[in-house]
């Protein structure tokens, strides 16, 4: 059974940067696909950014330029680089693993990430 935990959020300024860290325990990470997903209050959980098995990445517009998702398979660590960011991306930020194709069934307790103006 994989377990996810998030590290690294916190309070940050406009134009700052965060990196956040999330820990997969278990064996197999390597097979599964990660993502970055995010929800502020009274809005509807948003897709952040995916990595595949093979390190192919996608994100979504908001974020585009700004934010870089990677993997360390090694370390069984996904990671999330957050740069220029901006009181819009405050939300609590979650990581999401799982098998190509099967859907995202693990999932981190999330991590607040608030930027102020």
């Known amino acids: 059974q994989v377990q996810l935990e998030e590290f690294g959020g916190g309070l940050v300024q406009a134009g700052g940067s965060l990196r956040l860290s999330c820990f997969a325990s278990?064996?197999?990470?390597?097979?599964?696909?990660m993502a970055w997903f995010r929800q502020a209050p009274g809005s509807e959980r948003e897709l952040v950014a995916t990595i595949w098995k093979g390190g192919s990445t996608a994100y979504g517009d908001s974020v585009k330029g700004r934010f870089t998702i990677s993997r360390d398979n090694a370390k069984n660590m996904v990671y999330l680089q957050m740069n220029n960011l901006k009181p819009e991306d405050t939300a609590v930020y979650s990581c999401?693993?799982?098998?190509?194709?099967?859907?995202?069934?693990?999932w981190g307790q999330g991590t607040q990430v608030t930027v102020s103006s």
């Open positions: 999401a693993g799982g098998l190509t194709g099967s859907g995202y069934n693990h």
């Open positions: 278990g064996r197999s990470f390597s097979a599964y696909t």
